[in-house]
């Protein structure tokens, strides 16, 4: 007989302070007083989308065990999936609480097909022809890559220890990934990197928060309203083709590869040097207006990610400047 599920309350309770901040910011949660362990739970026990099968995935190891000794459960094992399995009572989440979750919902729900866009109406002889507007769909698959790129890059709870500029472990085969796996085994690939972009992108939002007019800035994940929104419609057509990101995506590193730091600064300095003053505490302003290439700018923000800091160090254009 499977044993009873753990309530969420029951299972933040063994965290250590630390790691409810960790959550709380992961799901950008208002908290009465962060000061004490108790808002900071019943901030996390009373969020609708911080379900407890994805603050699992988010803690490393450690906590995990410290859940199973609090609940009197065995708290051996190496692997992740194993140990959550074990605090969801051996039983996976049934579909409808997975169709709960905003990013599993949306990578493992069958959609149909969409329609064939209608064709347009020809020109006549002799008129112009309309301007392409906006980056292309190429152009916006070697953004989204970069971006996973970094985000899986910035991950501090992988064994061993990547960046750290983001408190997770989403991506890897013995950490998050393969829990994700047992959740959701078709999308898996998706779901990994698109917890992951948003965890990067959190931070990346805190960041940008401490200057005077955020809205201003351009950064690696805020490249404006407009062209954000291009992104994420982008990658939501790319999940519902139904083929793995490697497949769709020119992704310069194997999802779980063992990580090479002098590598990715090889692949981020693509637009070669870059000029930068620092800004404390925001990050690096780049000298001179965004490229008005999207491609082009995010290159130049990938550039000044170098030299790699102990924190996300939020290289930035100001528009308008």
């Known amino acids: 007989m499977l044993a009873k599920m ?12 630390d790691d409810l901040h960790a959550l709380v910011d992961a799901y950008d949660l208002a908290v009465s007083d962060r000061r ?20 699992l995935a988010l803690l490393s190891r450690d906590p995990l065990k410290a859940i199973c000794r609090h609940l009197g459960l065995n708290d051996s094992g190496k692997l992740k999936a194993d140990i959550v399995e074990r605090i969801l009572g051996g039983a996976r989440p049934q579909q409808q609480e997975l169709a709960k979750s905003p990013v599993l919902s949306e990578t493992s729900r069958s959609r149909p097909p969409e329609p064939p866009p209608r064709p347009s109406p020809a020109a006549p002889p002799g008129a112009p022809r309309a301007a392409a507007t906006g980056p292309s769909n190429d152009a916006l698959d070697r953004i989204l890559a970069l971006q996973f790129l970094v985000a899986w890059a910035g991950e501090g709870r992988s064994e061993p220890k990547r960046l750290g500029w ?13 829990l994700l796996a047992r959740l959701a085994p078709r999308t898996h690939l998706w779901a990994s990197l698109e917890l992951v972009r948003k965890a990067a992108r959190r931070v990346d939002e805190r960041a940008r928060g401490k200057h005077g007019d955020p809205d201003k800035l351009r950064t690696l994940y805020f490249l404006g309203f407009d062209l954000d929104d291009r992104l994420n419609d982008r990658l939501a057509e790319l999940k519902r083709q139904g083929r793995p990101p490697e497949a769709v995506l ?3 590193f194997k999802l779980g590869a063992d990580f090479d730091q002098d590598r990715l600064v090889e692949l981020l300095s693509k ?3 870059v000029s930068f003053e620092k800004v404390p505490p925001v990050g690096r302003r780049l000298e001179g207006s965004p490229p008005s290439s999207p491609e082009e700018m995010v290159n130049a923000l990938a550039a000044a990610l170098t030299p790699l800091g102990d924190e996300y160090p939020l290289p930035f ?5």
């Open 6 to 17: 753990a309530s969420k309350r029951a299972v933040l309770e063994a965290l250590s302070r």
């Open 36 to 55: 004490k362990k108790d808002a900071l739970i019943d901030a996390l026990a009373a969020s609708k989308k911080a379900h407890l099968d994805e603050l």
């Open 166 to 178: 983001w408190d997770t472990d989403l991506v890897d085969e013995a950490g998050g990934g393969d």
């Open 250 to 252: 020119p992704l310069p």
């Open 271 to 273: 637009a070669g040097s």
């Open 317 to 321: 254009f100001k528009a308008g400047s």
